[in-house]
Structures are given as structure tokens and as C-alpha cells.
């Protein structure tokens, strides 16, 4: 259903204690959210105020638009490593043309209803560049956490590992201090308050020691100059046609990511308030949040798991909670901005890392290091492949490898076998077969869907066992699904059994292959006559076809035996 849940939670009544509830909750992750849009902004390569924007605009409108009750959207650490690396290759003119398409394409995917897909994409791979982006983070961090003079700080892993070790001599100690405080305070504030955020500590009590200690450091004030308060307001970029088609990628890349994360963090919402979100509705929302985000001054935006688990956490229960939020961020930023000038750099630089690690799921990691060997080379593939090259590189191996391995699992766990001997040693059917199956009469069962990645087995199965065979009785009951190859394979053998005159029958064929071979004239071609409900309706017939082949030879014509067509 296209039908924001705003919508509906105010048509099915709306109560004056959870809207002082949702305002509450707003207030307070408003606040978590500052210190975080600042941040994450920077380490974009973008200057901080567009990280303020993006919570502000983007947040508003998925909460406005959105299909999750208390989903709370804007800038994220997944963005960060392809924003950083458009905005090298392109400036931010084409991360505004690239978002703009990626907002285009996500509202097709919510129309299309493309929202329950996601949960097609393998746990491993959002794990592993989920855990790739969050090293890739977390390096980033290391030249402001270190106060590193560096004239640059490459987008490629490698080569940014290798700069910092061309620049480890110009390591300021200050710097490494006031992060390593700042540090000790987000990881130990939430042992001593919950409610209050650690980032937002740590910003007021180093900014508070740099300025009353007189600490050099760089901050947001000395990195951006023109720093100020800023309203948002309309830009449409120019282009061409060539740098359109370059930025087609990263558009991709974009709408994608933000629609894994934004569905990944409205099914974590509703586990945690029993909810349950309207996926479409949500793509849509997203497309048309990061459109108004990046048309007025903001970068790519989506939902943020932290931000919307603090939110259901401190009482908010519908999407006036989201919006309350994206007006506080307002607020402040127009009231304190000039105050931010005064937070150090290394300061941000920690609060990232904290991020980074959450974003990591190291316990997660190592916990699907025990899965399936398959699943561990998704996993390590994925990570491996978005920390070194690209996302896009590895969410494409890692979505082709995943599906070449699991139709290799749906092909093994399809089995071919011959079950004239446990048929023998059925008491019921040996009442009604006292003599035991004449040796002429093989019978196979096929167990699992008949597809491309067992068709092959079967042809093979079947011919390299029939020699001596006059009647194949083929049972079909534990076959969910055949498809166009496996049809194919089936044609062979029926064909094989037809030149060297083989009664080919087939019992307990389910709806699904039956309306296949229907629909392709098999049924006419084999004839009807040799569809059976069960194998003790087709044993009868599987005699009679024996005599008349004892009595009259090869030469002899089966009850039926149309003509190839």
C-alpha cells in the first residue's frame, strides 16, 4: 500500500500523551543527531553544514512520507566511502546529479513494488560490506584522530595506508590526546547515563579543554572558514549528457544502498515496537528524501538504524517523532552553528570511529565465520572486495557468486535414484505385486524442483541406467517446479525411450510441471494415457505393454504411440 504511515496514524487516532511522548523522543535524538550529521558530512568530503541539511530535509521527509512509524532518516555512515569518492571524481555537482537519479530510481522500485525484494540480497553480503564500508570509515578517521599533515587523504584503501605511513612523522600529539579523551567519554558515558548522548558529551567536554588549555588543534572553525548558519535553499546543477551516463554507477550504487538500509533499519523498528513497516512506501519515501536533500544543499540521506532505535527507546511511536527531530536539528543549527566552529577535529574523528565500530558487526562477523564454507566466501569476498576495489564491485560478485552457490545447494539437494527396491520392500505394495517388479521395469523418483542445475544429472541418471529397460515409470510426486531446461532434459529421454520403444509413464505429477509439459504438447506427445495418480495404477499397464512386446517383439506398436511432432 502506497500510504504513508503518518497518515494513518493520525486517521486512527492520535493522543495528546504520545504526541508529548514523540516530541520528547524528537528533541533527543535532534541532539544525538548533530554531533552525527557533522560528522559523517565531513568525512564525505563535504563541509558540515550539508550534513545538517541532509538530517533536516531528508529526515522530515521520510518521516513525513515514509511507511515506517518511527523510522528516523539522514545522513549515514554507509554513504560515506561512495560520497567521498563521487565527490573526488565528480565534485559535488555530480553527487547532486548522481542522488537525483538514485531518488528517480528508488521511487520506481516503490511503485514497481521492488520493497520485498531486498530480502533476497544474502545476510553475508550486507554483512560483509557493511563491515567493508566500516573499515574503510574507520581508516579515513585515522589522519584527523592523529592530526596528520597531509595534503590529501586518498578514496583508494591501500594507497590512503600508504600516505599515512609516508606521514606518520608529522603526528601531533595534542591531537592524539584530545581523541584518545574523547574516546574514553563515548565509550564510557553510557555506563554512567543512558539518556544523554556520549558524542554530545565528548564534543562539549574536549571543545571545553582545547579552548580553557589553549590545545592547537584543528578544528571545524580553522578546516571551514566560511562556516554559518545556513536556510536551505534550491539549486539545480548542469550537466551533460557524458557525465550523466559516467554517474548511471554510483545512481545505482546509491538508490541500492539506501534502500537496504532504510529497510534493514524499519525491520529493526518493528521488531522493537511489534510493528510492521510498508516496504514500497518506504523506497518511495527515500527516493523523494534524497531528491529534496540534495536540491537543497544536502547529500544522500536514508534511514539510520542508531538514530531510529534511540528514537523507539525514548518513547516514539509514529513519524511525528522523525519530524520533530529534523526541527530541532533546524533550530540548533541556525541558534549554536558559530559554537561547532569550536569542535576539534579529532574529536569528530572519534566520534566516527565509535560509529564505525557499531556499523561493524564484529561479533556478528566472526559469528558467520562458522557458517557454511559458501557462506564464509560470500562473506570475505564481499568485505575483501569493498574494502579493496569498489561497493559496487562487490555487492555484484557477491549477489552473482550467492546465486551461483545456491542453485549449485538447489542442484545437489535434488536427487535422482531408482526405488524399485524400497517399492519391493513395501508391504503394501507387495500385496499387490506378490511376483515383485519385473526386472524390465525401472522406476525413479526425482526429490527437489527440476530445474537447469539438475537437468543435466537426470539425462545423464537415466540413460547411463536404462539399457536393459522396456517400461521407465518416472515419479514426479516431491517435484515442487520444473523449469524450460529441465523440460528439455525430460524431451531427451523421452525421445531416447521412443527410438529404442521404452514405455515411458509418469505418476503423481504436481500442478506446476504438469501445466509445463501441457503447455509445451508433451502430455498429447507422450500421451495422456501415461500420466498415472500413483505407480500401483501405472503397474497394470506396465505388464500389458511386457506381453504385447513378448508376444509380438520389436516390432510391435505401443497402446498409444502418436507421432513425433
Known amino acids: 500500500m502506497l500510504q504513508p504511515k503518518l497518515f494513518t496514524v493520525l486517521k486512527n487516532g492520535y493522543t495528546k500523551e504520545q504526541l508529548l511522548k514523540d516530541i520528547i523522543a524528537g528533541i533527543i535524538v535532534g541532539i544525538i543527531a548533530i554531533p552525527l550529521s557533522i560528522a559523517l558530512a565531513i568525512a ?59 531518488g528517480v530510481i ?125 536556510i536551505p535553499q534550491f539549486t539545480l546543477p548542469t550537466t551533460d549528457w557524458a ?47 534524497n531528491i529534496g536533500s540534495v536540491l537543497l544543499g544536502g547529500i544522500p540521506a536514508t534511514g539510520a538504524i542508531a538514530r531510529t532505535a534511540a528514537n523507539v527507546r525514548n518513547g516514539g511511536r509514529s513519524p511525528v517523532a522523525g519530524i520533530v527531530h529534523s526541527l530541532t536539528i533546524f533550530l540548533i543549527m541556525l541558534i549554536l552553528m558559530p559554537f561547532a566552529k569550536l569542535i576539534p577535529m579529532t574529536t569528530l574523528a572519534a566520534i566516527l570511529m565509535i560509529v564505525a565500530y557499531n556499523m561493524s558487526e564484529i561479533r556478528v562477523f566472526k559469528g558467520l565465520l562458522k557458517a557454511s564454507k559458501a557462506d564464509v566466501l560470500i562473506l570475505l569476498l564481499t568485505f575483501v572486495l569493498t574494502v579493496l576495489i569498489d561497493l559496487v564491485v562487490a555487492i555484484e560478485v557477491g549477489l552473482v557468486l550467492a546465486a551461483f552457490l545456491f542453485m549449485k545447494r538447489m542442484a545437489d539437494s535434488t536427487s535422482i535414484q531408482s526405488i524399485r527396491e524400497d517399492l519391493q520392500d513395501q508391504p503394501d505394495f507387495a500385496l499387490t505385486n506378490p511376483d515383485g517388479i519385473d526386472p524390465r521395469i525401472q522406476i525413479y523418483q526425482i526429490d527437489g524442483p527440476f530445474f537447469f542445475g539438475a537437468a543435466d544429472s537426470f539425462a545423464n541418471t537415466i540413460q547411463d541406467n536404462i539399457a536393459p529397460t522396456q517400461v521407465l515409470i518416472l515419479r514426479f510426486r516431491h517435484v515442487p517446479f520444473m523449469d524450460a531446461t529441465a523440460y528439455q532434459a525430460l524431451y531427451k529421454v523421452y525421445t531416447y525411450c ?60 505401443r497402446t498409444k504411440h502418436p507421432t513425433h511432432h
Open 106 to 230: 528508488l521511487i520506481l522500485m516503490g511503485v514497481l513494488k521492488f520493497g520485498s525484494a531486498i530480502k533476497f540480497i544474502p545476510y553475508p553480503i550486507t554483512t560483509g560490506f557493511t563491515s567493508g564500508i566500516a573499515l574503510v570509515i574507520f581508516s579515513q578517521q585515522l589522519k584527523d584522530f592523529l592530526g596528520l599533515r597531509m595534503e590529501r587523504n586518498p578514496s583508494e584503501f591501500v594507497e590512503r595506508l600508504v600516505e599515512y605511513g609516508k606521514n606518520i612523522g608529522t603526528l601531533q600529539i595534542q591531537s592524539l590526546v584530545v581523541g584518545l579523551a574523547a574516546l574514553a567519554i563515548l565509550m564510557g558515558w553510557p555506563y554512567l547515563n543512558k539518556r544523554i548522548p556520549a558524542a554530545l558529551i565528548a564534543i562539549l567536554v574536549t571543545t571545553a579543554m582545547v579552548q580553557l588549555l589553549g590545545i592547537q588543534v584543528d578544528t571545524i572553525g580553522s578546516r571551514f572558514t566560511d562556516l554559518k548558519p545556513v
Open 44 to 102: 564525505s568530503g563535504v563541509s558540515p553544514e550539508k550534513g545538517l541539511i541532509t538530517a533536516i530535509i531528508g529526515g522530515f521527509l521520510i518521516s513525513f512520507l515514509g511507511g515506517s512509524r518511527v523510522q528516523i532518516g539522514g545522513p549515514t555512515g554507509a554513504f560515506v566511502v561512495i560520497i567521498y569518492k563521487i565527490i573526488q571524481d565528480f565534485g559535488y555537482s555530480g553527487l547532486v546529479i548522481a542522488t537525483l537519479m538514485a
Open 243 to 289: 557525465t550523466v551516463r559516467s554517474l548511471i554507477q554510483p545512481a545505482f550504487t546509491i538508490a541500492i544502498l539506501a534502500g537496504i538500509e532504510s529497510l534493514l533499519s524499519a525491520v529493526v523498528a518493528d521488531g522493537m515496537i511489534g510493528g510492521k513497516h510498508r516496504s514500497n512506501m518506504e523506497l518511495v519515501a527515500q527516493g523523494i528524501a
Open 498 to 557: 521412443r527410438r529404442h520403444r521404452i514405455l515411458l509413464m509418469f505418476t503423481q505429477m504436481q500442478d506446476q510441471p504438469l501445466a509445463i509439459l501441457e503447455k509445451n504438447g508433451f502430455l498429447e506427445l507422450a500421451g495422456r494415457e501415461n500420466f498415472m495418480p500413483n505407480i500401483e495404477m501405472a503397474m497394470p499397464r506396465a505388464q500389458v505393454y511386457l506381453e504385447l512386446h513378448e508376444k509380438f517383439g520389436k516390432n510391435h506398436s
